[in-house]
Structures are given as C-alpha cells and as structure tokens.
C-alpha cells in the first residue's frame, strides 16, 4: 500500500484543528466551570468555617457568661443571706432590748407595788400600834405618871443643843398644856427652866389638854415641844415617813 503524504498531512492538519476547537471550546470551558466550582466550594468552606469559629466563639462566650452569671449568682446569694442574717440578727437584738426593757417595767412596777404595799401595811401596823398603846395606855395615865414625865421633860429639856431651842427663844409666849392640872410647884419648876432656856421673861400660860393622855406640851409661837403619850403614840405612828 502505498502511503500518501498529503493525506496524511492533512490528517495531521485536521487533527490538530481539532485538538485546537477542543482546546478552545469545551476543554476550556470545562476548566473554567470545574475552578468556578472549586471557587465556590472554597467559598463555602471559608463561609462554614467561619460560621464554625463565630458558633465557637459565641459558645466560649456563652460558657464564660454562664460561668460569670452562676458566680454573680453566687455571690448574690452570699450577699443575700449574710444581709439576712444582719437583718435577723439585728431583729433579735432588737426583740431582745424589748424583752429586757418589758421585763424591766415589770420589775420595776412589782417593787413599786411591793414598796407601796409594805409602806401600806408597816403605817397601818404603826397605826393600829400606837393605836393599841393608846387603848392600853390610857387606863394607866394619871396625874403620877404626868408629873414624872414632866420630871423627865425638865431633866431632858436643859440638855437639849441651843439649835433645838431657837424656836422657844425667838418666840412669842409660851403656853404650857397638860392633861391634868398641875400643882403649884411643877408650874413653878416649869416656868422657871423654860424662862431659863428663854433667855429673858416670858409670859407662860397654863392650860389643861385631856388628849394629851399624861405629859407637858410647850408651845411659843410656831414652835411645839414636849413629852406626853399622846404626841409619843403620834411621833410613832409617823415615824416610818422620817
């Protein structure tokens, strides 16, 4: 067989036209769409990893908030409940300065009833003592007991302080009482030490007081003085106010 070169020539001519026409027409082509997909798979890549480091990034901050937000929480509570127990410390405090003072008041209010009643029944036992004394003292006054309390009187008067007897010398006259009429004598023993204790001449003036029971009473303006059983049962059934 015998070859012909021109149609092999143009064999190879053709043949490289159509390497060309593919080349230019659908390999290109191919190429371009195959790295316009690999473009866009690249793309998405980049966009899911960057979705995926923002979703993680947004988790590690939603973890920190949750770890800050449960310490906040924490410390919330510790601040809660020490403010309560200030709080419930502070009421009890309070509650129990109450209670003391209440318990006070009740204290104070018993004494003062038991003051007031022991001061109640020591002057009723004082009055129905000297009372008593009266009823039982009464039947043995007479004219012998009265002189020698006067005797008493007289004995006791001249030793009195000077300040005990201001009030007899800066008074007026002086009146002598007595439960029974008194003898001569003892007026003059009377008149005689009170002028004396007077300091200068007085007019004395005798009169007779049945409630005196037995004793003297001296008088001289303002001033009183003396010794009988009536102002000694008196002087006794006061004496709890002294």
């Not at 009740?106 to 022991?118: G, L, M």
């Amino acid at each position: 067989m015998e070859l012909d070169w021109t149609t092999v020539a143009l064999e190879i001519i053709n043949f490289i036209i159509l390497v060309w026409l593919l080349k230019r027409f659908l390999y290109r082509p191919v190429l371009n769409i195959v790295e316009q997909r690999q473009a866009n798979i690249k793309a998405s890549l980049d966009q899911a990893r960057d979705a995926q480091e923002q979703a993680d990034a947004l988790k590690r901050q939603y973890t920190e908030r949750l770890q800050t937000w449960e310490q906040e929480k924490q410390e919330a509570r510790h601040k809660l409940q020490e403010e309560l127990a200030r709080e419930k410390a502070g009421k009890l405090e309070s509650l129990r300065i109450r209670l003391d003072q209440e318990v006070d008041k009740a204290r104070a209010a018993r004494d003062s009833q038991n003051q007031q009643w022991r001061r109640e029944t020591t002057e009723q036992a004082l009055q129905m003592g000297a009372g008593f004394a009266s009823t039982l003292l009464q039947p043995l006054a007479d004219p012998h007991l009265e002189e020698r309390l006067i005797n008493l009187f007289c004995q006791r008067v001249s030793a009195w302080p000077p300040e005990r007897l201001s009030g007899l010398r800066n008074g007026g006259d002086i009146e002598i009482s007595t439960a029974y009429p008194l003898q001569e004598s003892d007026q003059r023993r009377l008149q005689e030490t009170l002028q004396t204790l007077a300091t200068d001449h007085r007019s004395v003036l005798f009169q007779q007081d049945a409630s005196l029971l037995a004793g003297v009473r001296i008088a001289s303006g303002g001033w009183t003085l003396g010794l009988n059983l009536a102002d000694e049962l008196r002087g006794f059934a006061e004496s709890y106010h002294e």
